[in-house]
């Protein structure tokens, strides 16, 4: 067996994979929380429990009423969307004129009732959520057996990020939305209904929160702790990129979870903390992250 | 206020009174029953262990000598910090005599100084550390059910005789899994076979599949699971997710309950090797006890840790009504005079560092070709005699046992 | 002279309280944990209440600062007090590195930052031997004081306890009525004009997380000696949550805030903790009505009531505006 720096190949390019399928969960989650800063202002604590509550919708929409996996990969971010829609309106909406640190505040207290109520409900010791059996089974890779499910995740991910991209970057609906982050009062003379703009692009980004929620339930089981042990990783991830970065939180998302595969492979007592370093190290060269405009 | 402040001078004094005096404090004899009662380890003990008291407190009518038998319980999260400060509480405000159950080692291991410090009762069920027993015994404690000796001895020894000569393990990292892997090492390694190395997880983890890569990449002919509960289920199906067994390796899943192999099914779980202390299934006895324990939990069958409840709670309010003094140490000092004699165990003694030491049972869970059934789930190989099955007295690292 | 009289009037009632709870039937372990809890609020708030950062990562400073006393006391059996000043000094050694790292940024990323330092500071404590992972340090000897007083005995315990808070609680007053206070506050209010005057900005805010960071270690290494353990939970982010909840709740920027809305939701933790996770759910509730309604919080209100000023109040303000920094 041939081996690189005295790992085995298969381990490095095994971790390599898995730090990518985890990568793809960070990517969609940092870039629903990178388009509400961008749009809102507003750091979304929430982010994680909205994760949590989409996977959780999936659980009971299967085991109470038996709807199958793809239909919730649609029904559940729809669920969350609107319960985002419901947050905006009557709470958060009221707080863009304040402090962006009340954001953080208010949402933070939101996730923690959201966790608090699941846990009260179904304890913490997760739910079991089945692969859908056209997604069973695996592929030899020769260096790993992948799981097909987990190859299912990485493009519905890869896929779902780009499309927000280009919905953003590249439609009319986006190029508004960005007028209306530079210049609200000048988009609201054009006519366009500024506070209807946010409120949906909040629903539509913690939609995308639990869009991921779903794709992670038959692998991580139904947790309410699921959506806390992800949110700070994530929070880390769009600071990388840089705050309100869409491009900037997909290819940082996907890049930090490769980053912590490699460290599973060379250091693994340090592949937890990895995130935060390589954080601090760029807030001190590039107080902007990465891939961060200096907002004037 | 007059009436609370002379409570708690006595609850300050408390040591000094409960120690002086052979009489049951305050004509009462509060029974904790402290558990994990919304994590990884509700199903094998949880509200099933709470039941498993009251059904001991009933059927010896609810009072000893005019003593009111009360039961209270809580859920530790498995948090040692809030188990302890449960612990004192219970100790300090409520006056309670015994504490029960307490799985997770770091929390138990927490719970027996105070416990020890305080002249109060310590029946172990749940947890599975050795140090129990050992560098951290008590004279108050006593530890029922299993521990990792006892499993490294039972399904360790089994997979090193089966051919299982490399091992890796998957350890969760904390008091339990250290204790379990270490134990499972030195039987590993006595027996003849090596150890490649080892990986550790934080305790109720979700993901494990860079753990089980790791455990695949050093070609070990075995992986040992060194964790428990929701922690050893989700290795389990993740290892069949990704085709370990199918690709050669097997799986030692060195402490397994009835009831994960419930939550896993039959499909994952069979042919695993496994170590217990009790089986419901295994005679007229067990059969009659889970009976009644499965009518009063919605048909669940008792796990080892219920059925050690039980039978240590029995065996608790059968000493304490000998002695008519509820102090800790009284209580134990006499419960180990007595011998065990139930459906959970023949000729069970209580050793001077606590240890209860009783037959173990060495067994294979069924295909499901084989099960007739639900709660149908193992076939005992094998008994595995107490004397062998746990630590003997002269290995005893506790400062308890006369050398 | 009123704020010193009022504040004095307090301070001798909340006293008289504390030395007589313990005989009021007030369970005293209770008791000694609002105490604790009370001080580090009381530390947190003088970042945020006093110079306008919200730090989220108090709790790096109270649990690391826990370790190292009950290190100390378990391992290397030093007396207490000198258990607690070790632990003192931990804080405030991380504190001076944090506050390095990350005091010039403003509002959300200096949030941020701490919040990702104190996460790695968990992941040490995770994994450091001498932390014994998820275990804890547990079995803490309490000592005697001088020698001479065994603090096994609650009650002498106790009153170390409520002395430490007393001599806490009286170097924040100290510091915040003092020209370095007087300063904080002047940058609080307006960042530039203190700069245009000629102070370095950032040494005073660096100084004052270290001290803000240090008497966070005092509350930390405190509660080590009371609960006779070190875990986890004290080093884990939702403590730096708990925190900024109390002062949140008392009122961030006066002085009894945090001391009110500690004991207030210590006891509701007390209350709550029979009923699972409803603790988890009441927070969060406590958390996002705060927010959308009494940004003052209770004592902040109450001053606002019983002072009203003839110009109009600006809303409290934490921090600058993110981005705006550099």
């Known amino acids: 067996m041939t081996e690189l720096l005295g790992i085995p190949p298969q381990l490095l390019f095994g971790q390599l994979l898995l730090g990518l399928i985890n990568g793809s969960f960070y990517a969609v989650l940092s870039l629903g929380l990178a388009v509400i800063f961008g749009m809102l202002n507003v750091i979304n604590f929430a982010h994680g429990a909205l994760y949590m509550t989409g996977a959780f919708v999936a659980w009971l929409l299967l085991s109470y009423l038996g709807i199958p996996y793809w239909a919730a990969l649609v029904l559940a971010p729809l669920v969350v969307g609107l319960l985002g829609i419901l947050l905006e309106r009557t709470m958060l909406s009221r707080l863009y004129k304040l402090d962006h640190l009340y954001g953080l505040l208010l949402t933070f207290g939101l996730a923690l009732i959201i966790e608090g109520l699941f846990r009260n409900a179904y304890g913490v010791s997760g739910q079991p959520y089945p692969i859908p059996s056209w997604l069973q089974g695996g592929f030899n890779l020769g260096f790993m057996f992948l799981p097909v499910y987990r190859g299912w995740v990485v493009l519905a991910s890869i896929v779902i990020c780009f499309g927000t991209w280009f919905l953003i970057e590249r439609t009319r609906l986006g190029s508004y939305l960005r007028a209306a982050v530079e210049n609200p009062q000048l988009v609201r003379a054009f006519g366009i209904n500024v506070p209807l703009m946010m409120t949906l692009t909040y629903g539509g980004a913690v939609a995308l929160a639990g869009f991921a929620g779903v794709l992670a339930a038959p692998i991580y089981q139904v947790n309410p702790l699921m959506g806390q042990q992800m949110i700070i990783v994530v929070f880390a991830i769009v600071v990388i990129g840089g705050l309100g970065s869409i491009m900037g939180s997909i290819v940082t998302g996907l890049g930090v979870g490769v980053i912590e595969g490699l460290a599973k492979t060379f250091y693994p007592e340090g592949s937890a903390t990895v995130v935060f370093v390589l954080m601090a190290i760029v807030l001190l060269l590039r107080p902007h992250g990465l891939f961060g405009r200096t907002r004037t | 206020m007059q009436v609370s402040r002379i409570a708690l001078c006595a609850a300050a004094f408390g040591l000094i009174t409960t120690g002086a005096q052979a009489e049951i404090s305050d004509n009462t004899i509060k029974i904790g029953v402290m558990n994990d009662q919304s994590g990884l380890y509700t199903d094998l003990g949880g509200p099933g262990s709470v039941e498993a008291v009251r059904m001991a407190v009933e059927e010896i009518g609810g009072e000893i000598a005019g003593a009111k038998i009360e039961v209270l319980s809580a859920d530790h999260q498995n948090k040692p910090d809030i188990g302890s400060s449960i612990a004192r509480q219970w100790i300090d405000q409520e006056g309670v005599d015994v504490i029960v159950d307490v799985p997770n080692s770091g929390v138990a291991l927490a719970v027996s100084k105070l416990t020890g410090e305080n002249d109060v009762a310590f029946l172990n069920s749940g947890a599975a550390t050795t140090r129990l027993t050992n560098e951290d015994c008590q004279p108050t404690t006593v530890h029922y059910t299993y521990d990792t000796y006892a499993l490294a001895i039972g399904t360790g020894k089994a997979m090193v005789e089966e051919g299982g000569k490399s091992w890796f393990f998957i350890t969760a990292d904390y008091a339990f899994g250290h204790s379990l892997e270490q134990d499972t090492s030195n039987v590993v390694k006595e027996n003849g076979g090596e150890v490649l190395g080892t990986v550790r997880h934080p305790l109720s983890s979700s993901d494990f599949s860079s753990y089980l890569l790791q455990a695949q990449g050093s070609g070990a002919q075995v992986i040992g699971l060194a964790n428990a509960g929701g922690d050893t289920t989700n290795t389990i199906k993740q290892a069949n997710e990704f085709g370990i067994v199918q690709s050669g390796q097997q799986l030692a899943s060195l402490l397994i309950f009835l009831t994960d192999v419930d939550s896993l099914g039959l499909d994952v779980a069979q042919g695993l090797t496994l170590t217990t202390g009790f089986y419901w299934d295994r005679d007229e006895e067990s059969r009659e006890f889970a009976k009644r324990f499965a009518e009063r939990m919605n048909g669940q069958q008792p796990t080892m840790v219920h059925a050690g409840v039980y039978s240590g709670m029995k065996h608790y309010l059968a000493a304490l009504a000998e002695i008519g003094d509820d102090g800790g140490k009284a209580v134990v000092d006499q419960m180990k005079k007595m011998p065990i004699n139930d459906f959970f165990a023949k000729d069970g003694v209580i050793r001077e560092d606590g240890r209860m030491v009783h037959d173990m049972y060495l067994a294979r869970v069924k295909a499901p070709g084989d099960s007739s059934g639900k709660w149908d789930y193992y076939e005992i190989l094998r008994t595995i005699p107490g004397d062998q099955a746990f630590q003997p007295l002269s290995e005893s690292r506790c400062p308890l046992v006369t050398q | ?326």
């Open chain 3, 1 to 326: 002279m009123r704020r010193l009289s009022t504040n004095l009037g307090f301070g001798v009632l909340f006293l008289a309280f504390m030395l007589a709870g313990p005989y009021l039937g007030l369970y005293p372990v209770f008791l000694m944990k609002l105490l604790c809890f009370a001080l580090f609020a009381c530390a947190f708030n003088l970042m945020i209440g006093f110079v306008g950062l919200l730090s989220f990562g108090h709790a790096a400073f109270f649990g690391m600062a826990a370790y190292v006393t009950g290190h100390a006391m378990l391992v290397w059996a030093l007396p207490p007090l000198l258990s607690i000043l070790l632990g003192v000094l931990v804080g405030a050694a991380l504190g001076l590195g944090f506050g390095l790292l990350a005091i010039r940024r403003q509002g959300i990323y200096f949030a941020m930052i701490t919040l990702a330092l104190a996460q790695m500071v968990y992941f040490f404590a995770l994994q450091a031997p001498f932390t014994y992972g998820e275990d804890g340090i547990q079995g803490i000897p309490r000592g005697t004081l001088f020698g001479l007083l065994d603090l096994n005995e609650t009650m002498n315990l106790y009153y170390l306890v409520l002395a430490i808070f007393a001599v806490g609680f009286l170097v924040i007053y100290r510091i915040v009525h003092s020209p370095f206070g007087e300063v904080l506050k002047a940058i609080r209010e307006n960042e530039q004009r203190v700069i245009s005057l000629g102070y370095d900005v950032n040494l005073f805010k660096l100084a004052a997380f270290t001290l803000s960071a240090g008497l966070t270690g005092l509350a930390g290494a405190t509660k080590a000696i009371v609960f006779q353990a070190a875990t986890l939970t004290d080093v884990h982010w939702q403590m730096s949550g708990e925190v900024i909840l109390m002062t949140l709740l008392g009122g961030m920027g006066t002085i009894w805030g945090p001391v009110v809305g500690s004991a207030v939701i210590v006891t509701l933790q007390n209350y709550l903790a029979g009923f699972g996770s409803w603790v988890t759910v009441v927070t969060g509730a406590i958390f996002v009505v705060c927010v959308l309604t009494f940004r003052r919080g209770m004592v902040g209100e109450l001053v606002h009531l019983l002072r009203p000023r003839p110009r109009v109040e600006p809303e409290p303000k934490p921090a600058e505006r993110a981005g705006e920094a550099d």
